[in-house]
């Protein structure tokens, strides 16, 4: 079982703080999208290798209306489509709120798509008019490993990249 270990929060303060700073200095001007999501899986996952395993967006299909596909990511496959409420990520997309899940094993509703996955957090992502456009999900081999730190830093992140 992996060991519980929570970053002090002035380090993932930092961190968050650096990145963000990154985030924006790499994607000033950018406006497409796929660029943008792209862009911030990677400096993210650098940012915090030894707590981000997986890193990635699931995008809204506008085709099907209630599917998100898999996206711009770093890490093992992931799965290609969920539903919206199934797993993290699609109770993330129906109910517009982030998710926070300690241990994915207790979780009912979770999706294995890699067993290795001990925690998660998972961001709803808006463009500006407000329209869902994805979700943000990060998946770590730590128990407990994401707080109300990395929930306000990542909101904040993507609010700032797609809908600021």
């Not at 993932?12 to 990154?22: M, P, T, V």
């Not at 915090?48 to 770093?74: A, H, N, S």
């Not at 993330?92 to 300690?102: I, M, N, P, R, Y």
Request: aromatic share 8%; net charge negative.
């Amino acid at each position: 079982m992996p060991e519980m270990t929570i970053e002090a929060a002035p380090e993932r303060e930092e961190g968050y703080k650096l990145a963000q700073q990154s985030i924006k200095a790499v994607l000033e001007g950018e406006t497409n999208c796929i660029a943008k999501m792209a862009t911030l899986v990677s400096i993210l996952a650098q940012t915090f290798p030894d707590r981000y395993f997986w890193t990635g967006f699931y995008i809204l299909d506008d085709t099907r209306g209630d599917e998100l596909v898999v996206g711009p990511y770093q890490g093992t496959l992931g799965c290609l489509r969920i539903k919206f409420g199934r797993g993290v990520c699609g109770i993330a997309a129906e109910s517009g709120k982030t998710q926070l899940v300690a241990d994915v094993h207790s979780h009912d509703n979770h999706i294995a798509c890699d067993g290795n996955t001990m925690s998660e957090i998972v961001v709803p992502v808006y463009d500006a008019g407000g329209s869902l456009i994805a979700v943000f999900d990060v998946d770590s081999t730590n128990l407990a490993d994401f707080n109300e730190t990395d929930k306000l830093w990542l909101e904040a992140i993507m609010r700032d990249t797609f809908s600021g």
